[in-house]
């Protein structure tokens, strides 16, 4: 059975998922908050995320840099002048669109309509224009391309503008320029300007990494698709420091890794693929993302970046401080490398997308039986070390000491995984809850259990059930958890 966003945004929020932000006053755009199962399974993959980078890899460690940062941050990694997108509003309807994204909406008609060339041209002529800054020439072509505003479908444009998408505030108390501040829009600097305090404090060799996990703030204008694109949302940035002319090796060998990762978190390879930049953003001299197929089509979920020395080298000279690593290894010569900056390559996977991608991969409706016993099930198929709670212990009935048993077993499961007790309805109707909320095991507790010490697991995605004995289920479950 096809899936489309609005199942996903309708399952989210009735099982606790993920909620509308402010709800209660009809909501806050691109703003959400993870609800009780959301929380857990967000954790669960920002967990699964931080043991692969830095339990896993002697060379990586993690730090937690503060969301504000120094202002001259922001100058010198180029979100001052250049972290914009080119804006225009249709004067009837005052709606705002992004000049880039209509663009892109036509050149996809085109490939639709059967002429792929006419839609690369176009998508062509807007990079020209794009990278020469050349906002007039993009409002033409927008034009020219009789392109009209869906809602009040007229072509009355406004000129394109740029629009910064930093949010900026004040700290302290004053009200002026001097103190004005930014949201940082991505984790990366708090880990660029930490570069050194780790290297020297941890007695870090390059190559190197730093992790991180935090929020980032971004003013997006066109923010849809859910969770896809939001204004507050969270990064799992890796930066690893290497010697000049190495990185296209780790680039390369950072692609393959983080690419098994999402494959071992349950996301399926035809699932996901490279898209290679041909159009590089300024720091980068090698960029690919890996996409994940959204019900809405193949979407970024993560960014693989050779930023060179951009970043340490800028941070140098703004804050006039040496950014620069003594290699002592020795070059083919047999003299050290010496003095440099490092370049790095980087990782950047977005928590929110990773979630929604889980989420959609994870959501299966399917039908079972024949004839009469035909029936839907709705659950989610998601990885066990992902799931929210991993095991429900459930008494077939309440009375002579089923409950009691049960309740016993839950406690001794508690403190390995994330275990619940449920004893509330029948106990079809509470196998159907927990595959809505995707726990992949249920253990019932009936009255052979109190003869002989075994209960049921029945297993979520196939409903198949298994006899097992109790002391067997810490083990058996606690293996199946694990990524
Ligand atoms: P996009 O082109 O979709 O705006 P980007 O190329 O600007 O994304 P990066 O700056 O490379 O994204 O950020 C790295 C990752 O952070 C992205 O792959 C994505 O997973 C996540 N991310 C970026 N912007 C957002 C957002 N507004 N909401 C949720 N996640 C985001």
Excluded at 41 to 61: E, F, G, P, R, Y
Excluded at 158 to 184: C, H, K, P, W
Excluded at 290 to 295: D, G, L, S, T, V
Excluded at 451 to 462: A, F, K, M
């Amino acid at each position: 059975v096809g899936t489309s966003l609005q199942d996903i945004i309708g399952h989210a929020k009735e099982y606790g998922f993920v909620f509308p932000s402010s709800e209660i006053y009809d909501g806050l755009q691109a703003v959400y908050d993870y609800g009780q199962n959301g929380v857990e399974l967000k954790n669960n993959l920002k967990n699964a995320w931080w043991k692969a980078m830095t339990q896993l890899h002697d060379s990586i460690v993690g730090i937690d840099a503060a969301i504000f940062m120094h202002p001259l941050t922001w100058k010198a990694s180029g979100h001052v002048d250049g972290f914009n997108d080119p804006m225009i509003d249709n004067k009837d309807s005052k709606k705002r669109y992004r000049a880039d994204q209509l663009l892109e909406g036509k050149a996809e008609q085109y490939a639709a309509e059967g002429n792929p060339e006419q839609g690369q041209a176009l998508l062509t002529e807007m990079g020209r224009l794009l990278s020469a800054e050349d906002l007039a020439g993009v409002r033409e072509l927008i034009i020219a391309e009789g392109i009209k505003c869906p809602v009040s479908g007229t072509a009355n444009w406004t000129e394109v503008r740029q629009f910064n998408l930093m949010f900026s505030t004040q700290i302290g108390s004053v009200a002026e320029d001097a103190n004005m501040i930014y949201l940082r829009p991505e984790t990366a600097q708090g880990i660029f300007v930490n570069f050194l305090n780790v290297q020297k404090s941890g007695r870090m060799k390059v190559p190197f990494g730093i992790a991180q996990i935090g929020k980032a703030f971004r003013n997006e204008i066109v923010a849809r698709q859910f969770i896809f694109r939001m204004r507050e949302f969270e990064q799992m940035e890796m930066q690893f420091f290497v010697r000049p002319g190495t990185e296209m090796t780790w680039y390369e060998a950072w692609k393959e890794t983080r690419m098994k990762f999402h494959k071992s978190i349950g996301l399926p390879a035809e699932k996901l693929k490279y898209h290679d930049h041909d159009k590089l953003a300024h720091y980068a001299n090698a960029a690919v993302d890996i996409e994940y197929e959204f019900p809405f089509g193949f979407r970024e979920i993560e960014g693989i970046h050779s930023r060179t020395d951009f970043d340490l080298r800028n941070h140098q000279e703004l804050s006039k401080k040496k950014q620069q690593y003594f290699d002592a290894d020795l070059d083919e010569n047999g003299k050290p490398y010496g003095n440099y900056i490092p370049y790095v390559v980087e990782t950047s996977v977005g928590a929110d997308r990773l979630f929604l991608a889980a989420f959609c991969n994870a959501y299966t409706r399917e039908t079972t039986g024949e004839g009469d016993s035909l029936k839907e099930r709705t659950y989610l198929k998601l990885h066990p070390a992902l799931a929210p709670f991993k095991a429900a212990v459930l008494p077939l009935v309440k009375k002579d000491g089923l409950a009691e048993k049960a309740q016993a077993i839950a406690a001794s499961l508690k403190s390995s995984f994330r275990t619940v007790y449920d004893d509330g309805a029948a106990i079809g109707k509470r196998y159907t809850r927990q595959d809505l909320i995707g726990t992949p095991f249920c253990i019932a507790v009936d009255y052979q259990t109190m003869e002989d010490d075994t209960v049921t697991i029945r297993y979520r995605d196939t409903m198949e059930q298994e006899r097992v004995s109790i002391s067997e289920l810490k083990e058996k479950i606690g293996y199946a958890v694990s990524v």
